[in-house]
Every structure is written in structure tokens, then in C-alpha cells.
């Protein structure tokens, strides 16, 4: 079975190997497509019309994306996708992806399309450890990263600017790029609610006169250096005094949430976690990797909230006793300590334990493929 790879980061994000291992060990009784590729409408990457080019053969077409499956205005490009399944209805596609529960898009649309699985398998080919955050002399303080001037994380760190919080925070921020992508581009985006524009606006003016601190860390550019070893050397010593962080994730106007290495990284950072993510991101990640979000200590109440500004304000607003410094992190964090250990071995198990890799994952192919009704060797 042949894999081919039409596009890659090579630096910072390694493909999946579990197409490999799946038909190096199991015979199938038809031939199917098989591509890797990372997703980019804008010339870096894959995009439909690049498919569009491949002339499928095969009844069932695997491929299998490394980034999120966007437009060219970094909204998921789901209706793009049904599109492009229309357009070949004789194939099936069988499709991996870091969205986590993008069916949920289609499901809200009221969309069915017979010949689209949708799925999100574990990462098997990170060529370096995350290293467990050894925490040293915690404070109150609490840390979020921010690589790039996105919208949705202006509007965060405005929100935080317009609250007493923000002088209990430490960010990082790209100054120097411009927002990638105008408000009014993006497909989801909901007028901010009444009750919020003052503070919004308030926090916004702040961030546009600089009135704030941030680490002096250096932007991580994933074509120079691995996602790892930019936690390992750049990210590792910052989140030692901290406890709770704001994970400001790639995506944020959508109705599901996109996974990328900063919700990984943070808990091997060993972080009490607030995401500012996608619809159900706190879900997904219980569900996804198993682990404990702490929602006993975090009100993650926010995470199923449909209108966006709401759920970002609500993310912040509901964990006031994490930010504001009246609570003791780090006596709250040594209770907790247990817990932290266990979600570190939790997600070794996904990213790291080849036996346990193969078979969360050789299990996703044997469940897409029997969808389509393809039959191979147990």
C-alpha cells in the first residue's frame, strides 16, 4: 500500500505513522488511496484544488492531515469539504484531522454526507520528550502564550487588560506581526454582546498603547525549530513559577475545537487549564486523551457556550479566584500534585507508547474502514 506524502513541515510536525503500520500488518481486499499532507489554501501547503489534481482511482481515499482543514480566511473550511465529497461521489473519503469532533459542524448544519468519515487519530512520530515541569517557588501568577497577533487573542488579553487580573498575568505576544485575518472575514464571528463592549473596548485601547509586560521570549517559528524542543528550551523555565494557564488556542470562531502541542504542552507544563478554544475543547480533551481538567478547581461551565465573546469572557470571568491572586496556587497546586503525575502519564501513553499508539489508532482505521464496508485481515 502505497503513502503518499504531498505536503509536510518537516522541522516541527512529523507525520503519523500509523497509515504505515496498519498496512504493513493487515491485508486488505481493495486498493485505497493513501495521502499525507499538511492543509493550506494559500500556496504552503495542500489545498481542494490541489486534490482536485490527484484523479482518484480508488473507491476509498485516505488523508490523512496534519493542520487544521481552513479557507483562506482561517475559518474551517467545512462547507469546502462537503463541497469537494459532492463533487466526488464516487469515492469515499476517509479523513483524520486535528479538529476534534468536526462531525459536530456537520451535525449543527443539518448536513449529511454519505461519503465523508471524519476522525482524529495520536500523534506517533515526536522525535523528542516533553520534559515534566519541575515547579519551583509557585506564585499566584498565571501564564499564557500567545505566538501571533490572532484575533481571538487580542480580544483575550483586551478582555484581561480590562480586568484587575491582568497585572497577576504574564503573556508573550508577537507585536511585530500584523492580525492575520480581518474580524469580518471570519464565517462564525458573533457581534459582541451589549453588556461587553465597554470592557473590550476598554482592554482593547490598552493593548494598542502597549500598556502591559510581556516575557521575553522569543516568537517560536515552527519552520526553524521543533514544537518540543521550543517548549523544552524557550517555554520550560517560564511555566516553573505558575500554575494556571490561559491556552489561547489556534482556532477560536468555531463550533468545535482544533488541537494543536500548546493543550499538550500544558499539561506537561502542569497547569490548572482555562481554554480559549473552539466549542468543547474542555470536552474534547477529557474525552480525546482522558485526561483530568480539574473541574472541581476550573469552572469549564464556559466551554459549551455557543456565542463566542460570551464564552471567552465567561472562561475568564467564572475562574476570577485563579487569576485574581486570592487564591494560594501553590498550596492548591501541591494538593493537586497527584493529579498532575498522572495526566503526564496519561498523555505519554498517547504520544509516546508505541503499543498503545497502535492499538487507539489501528482501531480508528478498522472502524473507518468497516464504515465503508471494506474488509481485511483482524
Known amino acids: 500500500m502505497e503513502i503518499r506524502t504531498l505536503s509536510s513541515i518537516p522541522s516541527s510536525m512529523p ?3 500509523m497509515l504505515e503500520t496498519f498496512f504493513d500488518e493487515h491485508k486488505v481486499d481493495e486498493d485505497i488511496e493513501c495521502y499525507q499532507l499538511v492543509f493550506c489554501p494559500y500556496g504552503r501547503g495542500t489545498s481542494f484544488d490541489d486534490l482536485k489534481a490527484l484523479n482518484f482511482q480508488s473507491r476509498v481515499v485516505i488523508l490523512n492531515i496534519i493542520d487544521s482543514i481552513i479557507d483562506v480566511d482561517d475559518n474551517t473550511a467545512i462547507d469546502e469539504l462537503v463541497k469537494f465529497c459532492q ?8 479523513v483524520y484531522h486535528p479538529h476534534l469532533n468536526l462531525q459536530r459542524e456537520l451535525d449543527l448544519k443539518g448536513i449529511k454526507v454519505s461519503n465523508l468519515y471524519l476522525d482524529t487519530i495520536a500523534p506517533t512520530n515526536l522525535t523528542e520528550s516533553y520534559k515534566r515541569c519541575e515547579k519551583t517557588k509557585i506564585t499566584n501568577r498565571w501564564i499564557s502564550f500567545n505566538c501571533d497577533k490572532k484575533f481571538h487573542r487580542v480580544m483575550t488579553i483586551s478582555y484581561l487588560l480590562s480586568k484587575e487580573y491582568s497585572k497577576n498575568g504574564d503573556f508573550t505576544f508577537d507585536m511585530k506581526c500584523s492580525l492575520l485575518v480581518p474580524p469580518d472575514k471570519y464565517k462564525n464571528l458573533s457581534p459582541i454582546p451589549s453588556r461587553l463592549k465597554s470592557d473590550f473596548a476598554k482592554g482593547f485601547e490598552k493593548f494598542k498603547s502597549n500598556d502591559f509586560n510581556l516575557l521575553d521570549i522569543p516568537p517560536f517559528n515552527q519552520d526553524e525549530i ?9 517555554l520550560l523555565s517560564a511555566y516553573e ?3 494556571v494557564e490561559i491556552i489561547t488556542g489556534t482556532m477560536f470562531f468555531e463550533q468545535t475545537p482544533v488541537l494543536s502541542e500548546k493543550e499538550m504542552q ?5 497547569n490548572f487549564p482555562i481554554y480559549i478554544n473552539g466549542v468543547g475543547m474542555a470536552r474534547e480533551m477529557k474525552k480525546f486523551f482522558g485526561i483530568d481538567i480539574f473541574d472541581d478547581i476550573v469552572d469549564h461551565s464556559y466551554d459549551e457556550i455557543e456565542d463566542h465573546f460570551e464564552r471567552l469572557a465567561a472562561a475568564i470571568d467564572l475562574n476570577q479566584h485563579l487569576l485574581d491572586g486570592s487564591t494560594n496556587i501553590k498550596e492548591l497546586w501541591m494538593d493537586n500534585q497527584k493529579r498532575f503525575e498522572d495526566n503526564c502519564d496519561k498523555m505519554d501513553s498517547m504520544i509516546y507508547d508505541k503499543v498503545y499508539q497502535k492499538t487507539f489508532n489501528h482501531g480508528k482505521i478498522k472502524q473507518a474502514l468497516k464504515h465503508f464496508e471494506v474488509s481485511f485481515e483482524e
Open 241 to 243: 513559577r505558575v500554575g
Open 15 to 17: 507525520f503519523n505513522d
Open 226 to 234: 521543533k514544537v518540543v524542543r521550543n517548549y523544552n528550551i524557550d
Open 266 to 270: 500544558s499539561v506537561y507544563a502542569q
Open 87 to 94: 463533487d466526488y461521489s464516487e469515492q469515499n473519503f476517509i
